[in-house]
């Protein structure tokens, strides 16, 4: 299994933008699926992006698509989340996962958070 840290979170005012890292050792992301997801309190986890590999198009929730963009630099093992247009409701705790690439779709992979690794979480607040 892969051991994931997240960094980048942190408090922005709505409109603002932010980027998420995700960084990875333990193994190379080259044959990995990856995720992100995020918990705000008294809510369920929600998964929000989600990638296969570089020749498939990444899974957006419908609450992120259009303003979140998901990434990895495999030479880096680090994997990204930019975040753009940031609402009060965007407010969080982000989690990054990975997981050996199989045969499911980025979309199972976000709806089902079939994922083996995760990272530990970083806050994310959206407020004045």
């Known amino acids: 299994q892969l051991r994931l840290v997240e960094s980048g979170g942190g408090l922005v005012q709505p409109g603002g933008s932010l980027r998420l890292s995700c960084a990875a050792s333990?193994?190379?992301?080259?044959?990995?699926?990856i995720g992100w997801f995020r918990q705000a309190p008294g809510k369920e986890r929600e998964g929000i992006a989600c990638m296969r590999d570089m020749s498939t198009p990444p899974h957006y929730a419908d609450s992120v698509r259009g303003r979140f963009t998901i990434s990895k630099d495999d030479a880096k093992s680090t994997v990204y989340l930019q975040m753009n247009g940031l609402r009060s409701e965007d407010t969080a705790t982000y989690y990054c996962?990975?997981?050996?690439?199989?045969?499911?779709?980025?979309?199972?992979?976000?709806?089902?958070?079939?994922?083996?690794?995760w990272g530990q979480g970083t806050q994310v607040t959206v407020s004045f």
């Open positions: 996962a990975a997981d050996t690439l199989s045969w499911y779709s980025a979309r199972d992979y976000c709806i089902k958070g079939l994922f083996a690794s």
């Open positions: 333990g193994g190379s992301l080259d044959f990995y699926a």
